[in-house]
């Protein structure tokens, strides 16, 4: 038999790894390097490996989804994102299906109709 824990960490990975897109795009309204988003999301709870990350944002600015450029007044050049303007319709899309989502899984969760309560059995 499985691990409780061990399957819970597992499951928890898939849901995590959806909410990683629309977490990044939400933190692009204006221009960031990609490694600020690390510590970025980690203070808002949401933890990203830089190696997640970075093939997730040449996949977005691939898609049109983000728009780059280069900073090599610095020391050490960086790359920065952006929002392109389809990626700012795609984003309050995927904004406005994510909060019927959650509206939907609350009541689901929730259970008004007097069934089984979250986390009971």
């Known amino acids: 038999m499985a691990d409780v824990n061990e399957t819970i960490t597992g499951l928890l990975s898939e849901l995590r790894r ?18 600020s988003l690390v510590p970025l999301l980690e203070e ?4 990203v490996d830089p190696g997640t990350l ?5 996949r977005l600015e691939k898609q ?5 450029t280069w900073d090599t007044n610095e ?7 952006l ?8 984003y309050e899309g995927l904004f406005q299906e ?3 989502l959650v509206a939907n899984m609350e009541g689901i969760l929730t259970d008004l109709g007097g ?7």
Do not use: M
Not at 75 to 81: F, L, M, T, V, W
Not at 115 to 121: I, L, P, R, T
């Open 98 to 100: 994510w909060r019927k």
């Open 115 to 121: 069934g089984e309560q979250h986390g009971s059995n």
């Open 18 to 35: 959806g909410t990683i897109v629309i977490g990044v795009l939400s933190q692009l309204s204006e221009p960031r390097y990609g490694y």
């Open 44 to 47: 808002k709870g949401i933890a």
């Open 64 to 68: 049109g989804l983000l728009e780059s």
């Open 83 to 90: 929002l392109s303007p389809f990626g700012k319709k795609v």
């Open 75 to 81: 020391s050490r050049p960086r790359k920065y994102y």
């Open 54 to 58: 970075y093939p997730l944002l040449r």
